[in-house]
């Protein structure tokens, strides 16, 4: 079959490899649609190792997954599989057994893999998953929007994480597919959201999506540029912080800038990839006075069913969202437009 493989940094070979072998709590899918993400790039470029012993490869990339099942084994009549089925993949492959996995929590699993990470994902013609972490998807969803239930899975943690009430006032920092998904489901809520970012564009598309209120914090020459976040948040919530704070970005900046513009009794739910030495200084007392929550929120446990009927019902749009798509042959220029932001990208989908 046909795969983009990763060897290292600047490295990634389109090439024929074998096709994979399912074991027998495994079945084969053809990939229809894998979603490209940000941390494709961080590999890519040597900003971040992948999962494999060394951190290199040979590794095919990919774990925003939708597929067809085309070998199913003698277990996935039991999930209710068939070949034929189009499924989403869970990439985070828990093994459902552990103590960590027997208390609910997932993302702690002792014997995780992990789909494009760990081992061999979606930038190619076919992979193998287990069966418990392929769900099938409703015919009325697209297969674009089938790879992104995975990204979108990780938005539905953060804002259950953020516990939000209807009427708060809710900030979310980085209008990426992250922080744009967060905007819909959090009006879904009943809040009143803002959207902190430095694109405009990206900033336009939150507003259509819903956002009360979008602020450029970097460029001057935007017309929704503001000075200053916590003078123009009290402007908009009657003198008072924000509620609820969610960052999608691991910007440093954006981390810090949470603790200040977030008010009494808020929440604040940080969920953005930060690098091995980064840092947040907490001031102790005025957080303490504050009542404040503070919550890292990791993965997407058990949230996958939830996000699938979100989908479903449209109560998510990923039409403004999933702006542009490549073949795996195309995948080189696909890095370079994310990497430098060309053409007004936001989300990409290879399709094999």
Known sequence: MKAAVFYEAEDLRVENVPEPDAAADEVIVKVLACGFC???VEYYYGKSPVGTADGKGPLVLGHEICGEVVHAGNLAEQYGLAEGDRVALNPVQSCNACNACRAGKLQFC???TVLGVTMNGGFAEYVNTKIAHAYKIPESLTNEQGAFVEMLSSAVYSVKRSEVEPENFAVVY???PVGLSMVQLLKNEGARVALIGTRDYRLGIGKSLGAD???NVRDQGSPHYVPDVGQAIMDANGGALADR???ATASVEANQQALEISGNGSTVVLMGLAGPDDAISVPLLSNLYQDKTIRFSL???LQWPK???LLEDAKVDTSQIITHSATLDGIAGALERVLN???EVVKTVITP
Do not use: F, I, K, Q
């Open 307 to 309: 996000t699938l009927r």
């Open 110 to 112: 002792e014997n995780l």
């Open 38 to 40: 940000g941390s494709d």
């Open 174 to 176: 980085g209008p990426g």
């Open 341 to 343: 932001r060309e053409d």
């Open 245 to 247: 704070v969610l960052v």
């Open 299 to 301: 993965l997407y446990p």
């Open 213 to 215: 209120h979008v602020w």
